[in-house]
């Protein structure tokens, strides 16, 4: 504590030093004049298209088959080693997909290593491949017996928690099931009314209390209600929170700590994640993964222009799997995650 | 956050190549090669990134890097440089229409944080003094129009929807406001895809049918690399008078906001950096670039220095310092000017480099633990303040009774303070401390230096740098770096000789 004091009172001072310099040292150099650096007028950018990767291996094979004999059409299929041009591209390609730097710089240092010899196209779908987790991507609703499975949605603000959960509930409720929607989002205006709406269209039940309320105890009105008339499972929503609040996830491992009490048991946590979410998703899962232990990811609007690369990234580093993604409005827009067409569609130009 | 990892690089870099004369194009190569890693970890779209290589490669071009005796330091400034150049270029300033209302269109995808958007601004106009009115033209999410009609009486002010379609309201919605004599309309309307054609057409209609004085582009903070295919195609529909970032609040990731900067050239206008429906301003570039060189809460906690200390203690700590004599009394009171500029925490926050940690622990200092500091300096005799070496363990233990702390207590602060006097010594031979903590400090404050063109070696070219400061010779506002020569509060570093 008196270290602290110190540094602070060091560091003080040192700030009042310089103050009284510069008052000393102000008449000065207010006389002295400003000219401003002139400036480069690049501010405003044109986007340009993104290389297509498939395009890379043609002009390669083609290059290559027109001049050449059998032996090497043959090689033309692939190539032992590849240009810096095209390591660039294949660079460019993966870092404009949000993959992200680290994970990006690998796949191009291994490409620069073994070559492409099925193509460079290939290469770099099989390196993203085996970048992906190899865990389930199997939705879990086992429990003890007794006990009714809860799926926790979290997340950052605005990612589509709520709006992932009325999908889930609509498909669920469609298929047979007994849902219970809980309203545990008690901080947004009306997030509660917009899961009402979801329950009103899905025909779940929806347990919510008043905005302000604790989340804590409206999951746990859920999961009794649920038990209490037999229902397949609870589909928990919570308010969206920044990963960098201690407070805001003390309570998210609290929310799920009471859900996972008898008679509930947490069988899956779902982080939602924006697809066009950069770099900052990775630190975003990282904390959601040590404060309620997530298990899964949904991906939501993927239908826009953002790719998700970023998911490689999190699967890569994390060992979290995706498991759904959303690809469209419509409820019917929820997919079960299939890495090799994620991966196709990530390449696609 | 994000643009600490720039500092670093270009910290590294500049620390590398301090005591070279020579830069060879290998050199540089591998630092924009770092400033572009840096750029794109921030989320920085790979063509905004090209851009902004470019321009600090134009900025190198010429002799630039052989006429100078300190190559690196030139390269450091030119990244500076452009970023201030980038982040403050023509910031928008909010004119009322001569017949109001004054309208504003909210637009951009879904998730971006709109609606809470909608209703901060109305309440920053409102504490502008004017009477905004709120239109909620989103339909298309269940309960946006609920959330923004609870927005919209937690901070008073009308919210207008009804059962139309959006293009209907938003045109009737102005019409009530102007009907109702308000000044300010801002119309709320649903998140929409970019490709989704039809959605966008719809947005063009509001547009065309409301013609709105303003558009705004409300974006994410860590939108990635598809901050610019949005920003772009949402400005062919609209044309765009500037960017609202939310959300800057999570690790305050930039990347976006130089992404949709550099592809639409308009300026991010507000920010918003919190839930509360308070934590929304304006955007300050300059502020946003002092971040970036990590030196403008410096600059607050030297212009809050300059407002609570007594000048004549300040000039008196400042000879002693000079001098190199600290003494036990000087501590007492200069930690007693330290009190009087407000808590502990609150001025941990100003200063860079200090870690979570510190701040938490910093919070958590409270003013019986400075009276206990003050309690064992109280319990010494003038003759061991003066020279606390002659403190031996009788006379520790006496000083321990009489504060009511223990010896380990006073051998702790006597530990730091000789630590402490060694450190004034450092400084009064014209050298940076290097202390962690402190030393931190002076790093970010000597890079500031560095990004000037400054020396990094003394005393006098950090405060020569801090001095050159945009905005330094102004006399200190409560506002931060301001810069009264130019017009519309653009900052750019004066040019050094």
Known sequence: MIALVVVATVALLFAAFIAVRRRQTRVARESLPSTRAAMPSVLVHDIAARPDLDALDETLGSRLSSSRSVFDRVRSLGTGTLTQEQLDTVEEVLLRSDVGLPTTTSIVELLRRDGAPEGVAAAVRSALRSSLTSASRELSTAVEAGRVPVWLFVGVNGVGKTTTIGKIATRRVAAGSKVVLAAGDTFRAAAAEQLSLWGERSGADVVRANEGADPSSVVHDAVERAFARGADLVLADTAGRRHTSSNLLDELSKVRRVADRAPGQVTETLMVLDATTGQNALAQAREFLAAAQVTGIVLTKLDGTARGGIVVAIEHGLGIPVKLIGIGEGPEDLVVFDPDSFVDALLEA | MVFDTLSERLEKFGSSLKSRGRISPEDLDRALGDVRAALLEADVELGVVRGFLTAVKERLGGDVLSRSLTPGQQVIKAVHEQLIEVLGSSPLKITYASKPPTVILLAGLQGAGKTTTAAKLANWFKAQGRQPFLVAADLQRP???????????????????????????????????????????????????????????????????????????????????????????????????????????????????????????????????????????????????????????????????????????????????????????????????????????????????????????????????????????????????????????????????????????????????????????????????????????????????????????????????????????????????????????????????
């Not at chain 2, 839930?275 to 929304?280: G, L, P, R, V, Y």
């Not at chain 2, 102004?474 to 506002?479: L, M, R």
């Open chain 2, 143 to 497: 309960a946006a129009v609920e959330q923004l009609r609870v927005l919209g009486s937690q901070i008073g002010v009308d919210v207008f929807s009804e059962l139309a379609n959006p293009v209907e309201v938003a045109r009737r919605g102005v019409a009530e406001a102007t009907r109702l004599g308000r000044d300010v309309v801002i119309i709320d309307t649903a998140g929409r895809l970019s490709i989704d054609a039809a959605l966008m057409a719809e947005v063009g209609d509001i547009s065309a049918t409301t013609t709105p004085h303003y558009t705004f582009l409300v974006i994410d903070s860590s939108t990635g690399q598809d901050a610019v295919a949005t920003a772009k195609t949402f400005h062919d529909t609209l044309e765009l008078s500037g960017v609202i970032v939310t959300k800057l609040d999570y690790d305050s990731r930039g990347g976006a906001v130089l992404s949709a900067q550099g592809v639409i050239g308009r300026p991010v206008v507000f920010a918003s950096t919190g839930e509360k429906m308070s934590e929304f301003d304006l955007f300050h570039p300059d502020r946003m670039a002092s971040r970036i060189l990590g030196m403008g809460d410096v600059m607050s906690l030297i212009e809050e220095a300059e407002r609570n200390m007594d000048a004549d203690v300040l000039a008196d700590t400042a000879s002693r310092m000079m001098s190199g004599v600290f003494t036990l009394d000087d501590f007492m009171s200069q930690m007693n000017q330290v009190r009087k500029m407000g808590s502990m925490g609150g001025l941990m926050r100003l200063m860079p480099g200090v870690t979570k940690e510190m701040r938490q622990a910093a919070d958590n200092v409270d003013e019986k633990q400075l009276d206990q500091v003050a309690a064992i300096v109280s319990s010494m005799t003038k003759e061991e303040r003066r020279n606390p070496t002659i403190i031996n363990g009788s006379r520790r233990t006496r000083i321990a009774h009489g504060s009511g702390t223990t010896v380990p207590a006073v051998n702790q602060l006597l530990n730091q303070f000789t630590q402490m006097q060694k450190m004034m010594k450092q400084m009064a031979g014209g050298n940076m401390p290097n202390v962690p903590g402190l030393g931190k400090m002076a790093q970010l404050a000597a890079r500031g230096a560095a990004a000037r063109g400054g020396d990094l070696s003394s005393m006098e070219g950090l405060e020569a740098a801090l001095a050159r400061r945009p905005g330094a010779i102004v006399a200190p506002t409560s506002g931060g770096p301001k810069n009264k020569k130019k017009k519309g509060g653009r900052v750019t570093p004066p040019k050094n000789r």
